[in-house]
């Protein structure tokens, strides 16, 4: 009986571990931003404010190598210029994104629907959907 139950706990946790790994996220690659949710708070001098006029609906993201780009002119325009470097954290889970002028963010990575994934800056509520772009 007392081997059954640790056979039990070694087999829940051998579960949980393999479902954790699971999640892992694989940022790089071009991405579309399909939603974004704006912050609860105000956030006139801070991280978050750098980031909002390249993160509105429709703007073009490329993560490559540590380099993040961005394109804000929309479909017909394949210009994408240097805007942050980023660090995915070796769990998959998080992301830490750097544009310069004020402290360095760290997003919550997530799975969603359709092969979307969810970045989340839970200090201030702050979410951006991506959602992958067809190969041209």
């Known amino acids: 009986m007392r081997n059954q139950a640790y056979l ?10 393999f479902a954790c790994n699971r999640e892992k996220v694989n940022l790089e690659g071009r991405w579309e931003i399909a939603e974004v949710s704006k ?10 404010s750098q980031l909002l006029p390249h993160l509105t609906v429709g703007n073009k993201l490329d993560f490559t ?3 993040l780009t961005v394109n804000r002119k929309g479909t017909g325009d394949s210009t994408y210029y240097g805007w942050a470097s980023y660090k995915v954290a070796k769990d998959g889970k998080s992301v830490w994104i750097d544009a310069g002028n004020y402290k360095p963010l760290t997003f919550k990575l997530r799975h969603m629907e359709n092969n979307e994934i969810e970045l989340l800056y839970e200090r201030q509520d702050f979410k951006i959907l991506l959602r992958k772009l067809e190969e041209e």
Do not use: H, N, R
């Open 8 to 17: 039990i706990l070694i087999l829940f946790i051998a579960t949980f571990t």
């Open 39 to 48: 912050p609860k708070m105000d956030v006139d001098k801070d991280s978050v």
């Open 65 to 67: 190598g540590g380099e």
